[in-house]
């Protein structure tokens, strides 16, 4: 999964998986990392998978990632003192938050999901682009697809956030 969400005091198992040029042993190479430790904690981390436990209210990036992968696996994990607390949170995530464009005039579509938004707060969800001498974007069919097009050499963060959302989307 690429969200999580968690009351304080309750537990979830992670499992992820490798895809691609896969060797046998090559699970032993994950490495699991978690960004705020004060939120969230990380257990029984067994290759490709953790347990992942809410400690405290809060937001935390749990972060796995590989040495032959291109990129890693960001997942957001969010948590309340209260399941009602927890299900009035509102989320924004994404399943893919990495996208190579080679040639220049290329362009992909980012999409991200929403938790706790209705079809008209989808409207409030605005984008950034950190770098548009390399990257232009525009708006897709809805506030939440955005069209990045590579310009020139570089590269850019392209962040997706909604006032009522706990973090944005980068």
Known sequence: SNVIGLVVGKAQQTVVTLTGNVA????????????????????????????????????????????????????LVYTAATQE??????????VKNQYNIVVS??????YVSAIGLDDTDIGNIQWQNSNPSSVAIAMGTTNAECVIKGIAAGTATIKASHPSCIKPVE
């Open 24 to 75: 046998s042993g090559d699970e032993q190479n994950l490495v699991w990392q978690n960004e705020n430790d004060s939120v969230v904690s990380l257990s029984a981390v067994n290759g490709l998978s953790a347990n992942i436990s809410a400690v405290g209210v809060g937001e935390s990036f749990v972060t796995v990632s590989h040495p032959k992968a291109q990129y890693p696996k960001k997942i």
């Open 85 to 94: 607390e927890l299900d009035a949170k509102k989320v924004l995530y994404t």
């Open 105 to 110: 005039g290329e362009s992909e579509h980012l």
